[in-house]
């Protein structure tokens, strides 16, 4: 299809001079913009009193954590008193407390599962404070991160930075200029905009037909520009005032594929050969630098596979109902907005789904067996780019597990980016490996072994799984959307999925802060003839191998269960 | 101790900073610039007629009456009501979203197939094959204003008997609310179904009808 490869195009065009831009703050470089920025920041280090100095990774981690609480309790006591008349036109009243710690922590986490829905369940008040808040720092909080495990791998200075000064910049620089743009752009298209109450008008036939109203295009931009994904109504992105036409479709893709996307750019930046100065130039030409080749390579042929096996299936239609006489040419247009079609939707499932977002354009609950697999591997992989930073994160583990397999087979110590990988590392890496599908294989066994758990299970047969192995699979991935049939406000659902996104997120942010630290302190060992080369067409083919033999051995049977049953019964 | 307690007011006051600059100037900020640039968008893009907004040009509307065009059934029916409904409880304020019946679920087939008698019996002379297939599924917001133009194509024969019209004036309703493809490359073809009935109401001069 012609707009999903121009749209591909597009992206892969915008990524260079965005992940130019972040290499040149995430280093503390020069940028054009400073003279602005540096005075705004400065006036912020000092109101908190902020001393820029370098964190050992410890520090770093405990830095991150204490103060992604200190917001969860302050979003927590907002929602809780919600009620009050202050930006809340729609008299919206308090939220209740175990659905509030779902709340504040899928946000915090950002991964915006929403077990409330937007019109009913928050007030204005709450969807600035709280959520537009929190998809600032969370999106800023997983940067972070991200930057300094890349600093780490360089190992060019002896810190891995400071993250108060991470989050600030990041906020400062990228997030709140890039949301204010985008955010008007939204709206120029019809993305309402406003703090007045939900409007009723009489339609022509004399009923009555309620409006919602609210600061939507604030939320939406910085919604998909942080891969949070939670919208402001409950049908988020096919809401047709988030998302009025194919133009802000597009432009709502894009928002949420710059960042990870450009993050790889700014990796490779950062890592560049510290060879010698005739090598440097030639990297300086190159558009991308060697070791970021392999990552970006093995991500985007998962995006573009998983995009072409999503179209395909939601093209082919549901036989069911070819069968009591609805004509399939079309495609399966349930749950489907008709100005977005079978091309933009799917391309939308895949795209949210590999940059873990979550927000929706269609109702993924309504997907063909097939094409809601796609977006159920993408998040149970976690690493086709990814939430920003996080998905490269997820990559880099996969690339230290190959270099170790690779080592093995060729009897040497294993190395990347110069630096041995040793047992320490290893073993931190195999543990960052195992939780994902530890959190989302046991939470959904737990689920439908307890009555609790079949409970929130609305559609038969193997579909039903299916709901519950997503909800898992996107709490745990940071993802955010849902099968969402699922009746999951209840305790219950609350608090497992709590728990899932919870440890999805801060674990294997810890364990590479970890892994990172580590490698940092170690000695560069010098490029021999026996190094194993990591900027290869080799080894992005054995990447890509490792990567699905170990996602195919942990969820080929949770997946034959579901999706793949579901399918053989549907075309049988 | 301290530095701990120096440490906990740092990242307090981030909080704070980042809570007021993200969560109140940047979304009142915003608020601010649309309001001033782009005020119709900002509201909802209501339709105005004879002072009083009839709906959103970005969202659809249920419609009973026989000599209007028919919109795609919506789990929410559109947020469209009458004074009884909301009295009497069936419907409980403003919403989105969609049944999230799965492919294989039976009452997705229960519902088509109850869908395709009733449009058949109002539009008889066209054939269950020839029904587009968004026609008679649901979007995913319940909000959907469009149709495709094949399916406003087949509701016409019909339109033609009740509204009394030629053929030819509501082709060229249809045609005048159709909505190409950006570029002639993105998206799908699409008719406005709220703008169409308004435009038949306009010429069968039942606007202002209900008005109050």
């Known amino acids: ?572 | 101790m301290s530095a701990f307690l120096k440490e906990i007011k740092t990242q307090f006051m981030i909080t704070i900073v980042l809570l007021l600059l993200c969560g109140l100037v940047y979304p009142l900020l915003l608020t601010g610039i649309s309001q001033l640039f782009f005020p119709s968008q900002a509201n909802g893009s209501l339709i105005v007629e004879n002072g009083h907004a009839v709906g959103s040009e970005l969202i659809g509307q249920d419609f009973s009456d026989h000599r209007f065009m028919k919109n795609r059934p919506s789990a929410v029916n559109y947020n469209t009501y009458t004074q009884e409904e909301k009295d009497g409880g069936d419907y409980t304020g403003v919403s989105s979203g969609s049944k999230n019946f799965a492919p294989t679920n039976p009452d997705l087939t229960e519902r088509v197939t109850a869908d395709i008698m009733k449009f058949t019996a109002v539009n008889p002379t066209i054939n269950k094959e020839d029904i587009p297939a968004d026609l008679l599924t649901s979007s995913g917001s319940g909000l959907d204003p469009h149709i495709s133009p094949k399916s406003a194509a087949i509701q016409i024969p019909a339109l033609v008997q009740s509204t009394g019209l030629s053929r030819e004036i509501l082709e060229n309703i249809v045609k005048k609310n159709t909505q190409n493809k950006l570029l002639g490359i993105f998206g799908e073809e699409t008719v406005n179904v709220l703008k169409v009935n308004l435009e038949i109401a306009k010429v069968l001069r039942l606007s202002g009808q209900h008005a109050d």
């Open chain 1, 1 to 572: 299809m012609l707009q999903i490869l121009i749209f591909l195009a597009v992206f892969v065009v915008i990524i260079f001079p965005m992940g130019k831009y972040m290499y040149h703050i995430t280093a503390s470089q020069h940028t054009f913009a400073d003279p602005i920025f540096d005075r705004v920041d400065n006036v912020i280090y000092r109101l908190c009193s902020i001393d820029r100095k370098g964190m050992q990774w410890k520090q770093y981690a405990m830095a991150m954590l204490t103060t992604n609480a200190i917001m969860v309790l302050i979003g927590y006591l907002i929602l809780r008193i919600q009620t009050v008349p202050f930006f809340n036109p729609n008299s919206i009243g308090g939220m209740e407390p175990v659905l509030s710690f779902n709340t504040v922590i899928s946000f915090i986490t950002n991964t915006d599962l929403q077990h409330y829905s937007g019109e009913s369940g928050l007030s204005y008040l709450s969807q600035m404070l709280v959520i537009t808040f929190m998809m600032f720092t969370s999106s800023a909080t997983g940067f972070s991160v991200a930057a300094a495990v890349i600093r780490g791998f360089a190992a060019k200075t002896k810190t891995v930075g400071n993250f108060y000064a991470d989050i600030i910049r990041i906020t400062t620089r990228v997030f709140l200029p890039l949301s204010l743009a985008i955010g008007l752009l939204l709206v120029s298209q019809g993305v309402v905009q406003n703090l007045s109450p939900n409007t009723t008008v009489q339609t022509i036939e004399g009923k009555y037909q309620d409006l919602s109203m609210g600061p939507v295009a604030a939320l939406e931009s910085i919604k998909h520009l942080g891969t949070n994904g939670g919208g402001f109504f409950g049908a988020n992105s096919t809401a047709p005032f988030e998302n009025p036409n194919v133009l802000t479709n597009m432009i709502e893709m894009l928002s949420m594929m710059i960042l990870p996307g450009s993050v790889v750019v700014m990796f490779g930046l950062m890592v560049r050969s510290r060879g010698k100065s005739s090598e440097k130039d030639m990297e300086r030409k190159r558009l991308f630098s060697r070791e970021a080749k392999p990552v970006f390579a093995v991500m985007f042929f998962l995006l573009v596979i998983g995009i072409a096996v999503c179209f395909w299936a939601e093209q082919a239609g549901n036989p069911a109902l070819q069968q009591v006489g609805l004509n399939q040419s079309m495609g399966s247009m349930e749950g489907k907005e008709m100005r977005f079609g079978i091309a933009q939707s799917a391309l939308f499932t895949t795209v949210t789904t590999a940059f873990t977002t979550g927000s929706i354009n269609n109702m993924h609950d309504t997907l063909t067996p097939i094409g809601g697999m796609v977006a159920l591997v993408n998040m149970m992989l976690n690493l086709v780019f990814g939430g920003k930073g996080v998905g490269l994160i997820n990559m880099l583990m996969y690339v230290i597990l190959t270099v170790f397999i690779c080592g093995l087979m060729v009897g040497r110590t294993p190395e990347y980016l110069a630096k041995k990988i040793e047992g320490r590392e290893m073993k931190l890496t195999a543990l960052a490996i195992i939780i994902h599908p530890l959190l989302i294989l046991s939470f959904s066994a737990l689920a439908i072994a307890l009555p609790a758990g079949l409970a929130g299970i609305s559609n038969p047969g193997p579909h039903g799984f299916t709901q519950v192995l997503y909800e898992f699979s996107s709490a745990s991935a940071n993802n955010g959307s849902g099968f969402e049939g699922l009746g999951d406000n209840t305790y219950f659902w609350n608090i497992t999925t709590g728990l899932a996104m919870f440890f999805g997120r801060y674990l294997s942010m810890i364990i590479m802060l970890a892994v990172a630290g580590s490698l940092m302190l170690k000695r560069p060992v010098s490029e021999s003839i026996g190094t194993l080369k990591t900027d290869t067409g080799t080894f992005t083919i054995v990447l890509f191998m490792v990567i699905i033999i170990i996602a195919a051995l942990t969820f080929f049977p949770a997946l034959i269960l579901g999706p793949i049953t579901e399918h053989m019964v549907l075309w049988n």
